[in-house]
Structures are given as C-alpha cells and as structure tokens.
C-alpha cells in the first residue's frame, strides 16, 4: 500500500476513493434562484392520512404535539410506530425499521412535526427520516475505535451532570430527556431510555443535584460562560427554566448562558402556542441584558427540510425580543454532506435569522457508523462553502477531539493520512502535551485497510507510523 501523508497546509492530492466522489465543486450550485427563501406554507402535514383532518391549531398545538409523539418505549408504543410507518411507506420498509430498532443505541422518540418532515415517498433517501429512525440494511460495521461517551465527558465532570474542560466555560446538564432521540447522539450513554444494545448511565437530574452545580460553579471565579443542555432544555419546565436562569445570573462571574436545544427543529409551534417557556427564557434574557450579561439559543438544525413557515414565524418571536439564535449542525452522511444540501442549509438558517455556527465532525460513537463521514469530506465541504454567503454566517467546521480535547476547527490537523483515516489533533490551551485521535470510518477506507483494522497487531502499527509522522 503507497501511503499518502498531508502536512498542515498541504493542498490534498485528487482522490483516489470513490466515497469522496459525492462532493464535488458545483460553481453554480448556489445561485438556486433564492429557493433558501421559500418555506413550505399551508398545512403541510395534511398529506399524511394520520393528520389529514388536522387544522393548523389542532396539529400545531403543544398538547397535540406531545400525545401524539411516537417512540419505541414499550411495546404498544412500538406497535403504534411501525404501523404509522407501515402506513406511509409499507411493510418491508417496516420490518427494516424493526431491524434498526434492534441493533441501535438510542431509542426513538419523533414528534408528530418532524413525521410530517419526512418524504414518506422516498424513505431511504429521506434526510429527515435518515437521522430519526435507523434501517437495519443501512448499518455497518463499527470502527474498532468508537465508544459511547467519545468526548470523555463522564471523565471531565466534578459533580454531577457538570462537565467542567474549558478553563471558563462549563456544560451543565440539568435533565436527560429530548423531545426526540437523535440516532447519532454524543450522549448515547446517557440519553433517552435505555435499548436492547445499551444500559443508559443515569443522569442525576433534580432540584437538589442542581444545586451542587451552582455551588461548583459559584466557587469556580473563572467559569463565565455556561452552556444548558441535557437532554434537552426544551425540556425543562418554564418555571425551572426561570429559576436555573436566575441562579446562575445571580453568580456574579457568570456572564454569558447558552440553551442548547433542538426544540426550534423538532417542534417549533410550541414557541407560537404554549408561550410559558418562550416567556421565561425572554425573562432570563432580558435579566442578563439588564445585568451586562447575554443569553444565547443554540439550536441543532441538520437539513434545510426540516425548516418551514412554523419554524420562520417561531424565530421571528426569538428576533423580536432581542435574542441571538444560533445553531450547531452535526455533518451527516445522506443529509447534509453534499454542497447542494449544506448550501441551502446555511442560507435557509441566514433567512430565519439563526446564525450557522458550527458544524461538527460526527462523533465516534458506536451503532451509527452509516451516518459518518471522512474528515476528507468535511475539508472538500469547508472549502466549497466559504463564499456562499457572508463570512459571518459560514459555519466553522470543528471535530470535538475524541477523549476530551474540545472543539478544534477541522483543517488544523497536526496530521490526516487518506489511507488509513487516521487524523491527530492537539488542543494547546485545553490539554496541553496530549494528543487526540480521530478515524475515519471503516467503510470509506479501501478494503485491505479495513482488515488491518480488524487485527491489533496492525492497529498498532498504524498507529506507531502516525504518531511517527508529528514533530514531538
Ligand atoms: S436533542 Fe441533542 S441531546 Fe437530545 S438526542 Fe438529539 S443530539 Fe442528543
């Protein structure tokens, strides 16, 4: 096997490896006759039987969204699921779903406004429905390396649901529940109820564990920023979310929060019909404001499918009231890694005023390797993007260094060797002196390098020749 190294800067050698084949340039790509704009209107979600009688104030309603959420938590439930699948795109597509049940370490759980996103029509390319409901024919084999906590978090928390790495900044986490279950979560150790691959670590997530965060953050004079998320924090009641707000406002070093959710993606009406959270998180932002402080939302919006008028006149709210919305894409494989589809994202976003902010390299956790990609291919997908639109609204592309290093922006690669997949990043002002693997996955690899990984003594050896490769 010739190996191919790239230095730091080093412009990469045309691809010999058909998976990269997907992203090509495509000049003319983004002049899509401003389509970004366009949001789907009406009453979108009356093309499937199950809602076809629905007004906008029915289906659209909190309540409605809740009762009707469909999730495989117990055996009626599951039922329930397949048949609503079973109906929209048949049986053999059913059993396959009933396949992927078995073998995934998340459970499912899809509000019926994320149901009514998916192209019932093609499900197997359907974006929507590909980061939802795993297909037991899609899965592959997982790389050797992939684990179910890949940031180390359990590893970095001083109390629990801490989690305290950057010098600064700390991730709080004050319940484990969502409003759906992503397939490809990076707390797939924690999140959602347990599944038949997978016993979940349970979350401390009361009043009274809450309290120990606030007395750890308190005594930390350095922390200034708190990121909120979980589970997610749509998911915390509005008079909790007033109440942590205000706790951790009421530290005097504390000056920036952020509320990680996905809510705004997965159920947006719930900002225009049950205005309690929305309220309260005004409040918390209007107190920082008031205080010299900032409140940031950071939603998680992976395709531009996923975004209609609910989700445009749900921002407009967020705008109104003088409060930044971002968001934090996760690149994945048949939903946004291609030009066409992470151009439109981005734009679409910039119409809502939600700034795209980053877009992660996909985790190394275990069970989803069909939904991953080569850092290859998020390096082809950084360079096609950055022009599209304002560099201020280009996300940065970041892999979150496997076993703790943080976040670190893709192209800043000590080393990336193509044959292999091995890339080794290092995080100065995080851990310094320590270096961070990531691995591209197995089935982007050529095939006699996919059975060197399945042989320790080779592992080693490639692992000894990358390690060779970095000026220690
Ligand atoms: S919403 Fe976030 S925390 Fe919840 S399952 Fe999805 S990625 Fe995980």
Not at 62 to 77: D, E, G, H, M, V
């Amino acid at each position: 096997m010739v190996t191919a190294f790239l230095k730091v800067g080093e412009e990469e050698p045309p691809s010999r490896l058909a998976y990269d084949n997907r992203v090509q340039p495509s000049p003319v790509a983004h002049l899509d006759g401003n389509a970004h704009r366009s949001f789907e209107e009406g009453l979108f979600w009356q093309a499937l039987p199950a809602y076809g009688q629905l007004s906008a104030d029915e289906f659209l309603s909190y309540r409605f969204q809740i009762k009707n959420t469909l999730s495989n938590s117990t055996p009626i439930a599951t039922q329930k699921l397949l048949d609503f699948v079973r109906e929209n795109a048949g049986d053999a597509f059913a059993q396959d779903v009933l396949l992927g049940l078995a073998r995934a370490p998340m459970s499912v759980q899809i509000t019926p406004y994320t149901l009514s996103r998916m192209d019932w029509k093609n499900p197997y390319t359907c974006p929507v429905r590909t980061q939802f409901l795993p297909l037991g024919s899609r899965l592959h084999v997982d790389h050797p390396m992939l684990t179910l906590d890949s940031l180390g978090e359990k590893a970095d928390s001083p109390v629990p649901g801490l989690v305290h790495r950057y010098y600064d900044r700390v991730l709080f986490l004050p319940q484990s529940t969502c409003p759906v279950y992503c397939r490809f979560c990076t707390r797939s150790y924690a999140i959602g109820q347990d599944t038949q691959q997978v016993v979940k670590y349970k979350l401390e997530a009361t009043p009274a564990a809450w309290k120990k965060a606030f007395a750890y953050i308190a005594e930390h004079p350095e922390v200034e920023d708190v990121v909120l998320s979980g589970g997610d924090f749509y998911n915390v009641a509005p008079p909790h979310v007033q109440y942590i707000g205000e706790a951790l406002l009421n530290i005097e070093h504390v000056k920036r929060i952020r509320i990680a959710t996905k809510g705004l993606a997965v159920n947006p009406s719930r900002i225009l019909y049950d205005p309690a959270w929305t309220q309260a998180v005004i409040n918390v932002a209007n107190q920082a404001r008031s205080r010299f402080k900032q409140v940031f939302i950071h939603t998680h919006i992976n395709s531009a499918q996923e975004m209609t008028w609910v989700t445009r006149d749900a921002l407009k709210v967020f705008a109104e009231n003088g409060v930044v919305v971002r968001n934090q894409s996760v690149l994945l494989r048949g939903v946004n890694d291609t030009f066409e589809a992470m151009s439109m994202l981005v734009k679409r976003l910039g119409a809502c005023s939600i700034q795209p902010y980053y877009v992660y390299q996909h985790d190394l956790v275990q069970g989803v390797e069909d939904l991953r990609t080569s850092l290859a291919t998020t390096l082809q997908l950084e360079k096609q993007l950055r022009g599209v639109t304002a560099g201020f609204n280009t996300p940065t592309f970041v892999v979150d260094a496997p076993g703790g290093g943080g976040k670190r922006v893709a192209w800043s690669y000590d080393y990336y060797d193509r044959p292999t997949g091995i890339s080794i990043f290092s995080a100065p002002s995080v851990k310094p002196g320590k270096h961070f693997f990531y691995f591209d996955p197995l089935h982007t690899l050529e095939p006699e390098v996919q059975a060197q990984w399945s042989d320790p003594a080779a592992q080693n050896v490639m692992f000894e020749n990358a390690l060779s490769h970095l000026h220690l």
